[in-house]
């Protein structure tokens, strides 16, 4: 289990090319995906994020690639030679004022505009082999943060869902007291009140029936506890869990709720409250998984 915050970074150089790669990595519904990198290098930015993809399946990346090539080809220089022209034409004419032409081959060269400097077109295919092996090394440093970070926001949910099964145990054990207490203050108070008269059984069997079908929280304790049971299971694997965890944190909030109301018990009350109080911090911290 990954959390979606990470970083990671990773250079590689192979025949005078060097690409540095940065991710930096925030929670996000979606994988989304920013990059910055050299406009030289933009053929390539389609194929940077599909790589990326593979390795993240969630979250905000911040990408930063920094690319150098130092090779003998990648530039050429070039003489303006109309330029240059122009400039001996402006010189002569200067000459021709009295001034001495005593203008070297440097002082031409460093005139604006004589030396073009050329960027030599790239050689793709090298470019995204290389793009290709930085993506790979930075994401795996990427993930290994994440997992990190996953496994300790793990451990923290595991804690939280046995508070939460704790909880659901107590609200169990009193809910079953408090029918057996329904049952005797029911009769007791129809004996004060029949007095010396028979008390008829069978209707009072009903009242208690009607009344435990009422308080009955049997069915939401069983899919609250299946719910955490689920939960645990997909913290477990190896698969994208951030978004089925968040639906089941829905799901133990609706039984938790419908427990609540169909309580009448002031300690009842008082473990739903706490409980609530666990799912939305369980609610908090699932946000930051992948």
Do not use: W
Request: aromatic fraction near 6%; charged fraction near 30%; proline fraction near 1%.
């Amino acid at each position: 289990m990954n959390s979606m915050t990470g970083y990671g970074s990773a250079t590689v150089a192979f025949d005078g090319r060097e690409i540095t790669l940065e991710i930096k990595a925030v929670n996000h519904r979606f994988l989304d995906i920013n990059v910055r990198m050299p406009r030289v290098l933009m053929f390539a930015e389609d194929f940077l994020r599909k790589e990326v993809a593979k390795y993240v399946l969630r979250g905000h990346l911040e990408i930063n690639l920094i690319y150098r090539n130092t090779r003998e080809d990648s530039k050429t220089i070039s003489v303006d030679k109309a330029l240059v022209g122009q400039y001996t034409n402006a010189f002569k004419e200067i000459s021709e004022l009295g001034f001495e032409n005593n203008i070297r081959v440097s002082d031409v060269a460093r005139l604006p505009d004589v030396l073009v400097i050329t960027q030599c077109e790239e050689d793709n295919d090298a470019v995204l082999a290389l793009i290709e092996q930085a993506v790979s090394s930075a994401c795996q440093a990427l993930n290994k943060t994440r997992n990190v970070e996953g496994e300790k926001i793990g451990a923290d949910l595991k804690n939280k869902l046995a508070n939460i099964l704790g909880l659901a145990k107590e609200i169990e054990r009193i809910s079953q007291g408090n029918l057996e207490d329904y049952a005797s203050r029911l009769q007791k108070r129809l004996e004060d009140l029949l007095g010396d008269n028979r008390l008829d059984e069978q209707r009072l069997h009903q009242e208690i029936a009607i009344y435990a079908d009422k308080i009955a929280i049997d069915e939401e304790l069983v899919r609250l506890d299946t719910h955490v049971k689920n939960m645990l299971e997909y913290m477990n694997s190896n698969q994208e869990v951030g978004r089925k965890l968040d639906f089941f944190i829905q799901e133990l909030n609706r039984e938790i709720n419908t427990i609540g109301s169909k309580s009448v018990n002031a300690d009842i009350a008082k473990l739903v409250v706490t409980a609530k109080g666990e799912i939305e911090k369980l609610r908090e911290q699932i946000q930051n998984i992948e």
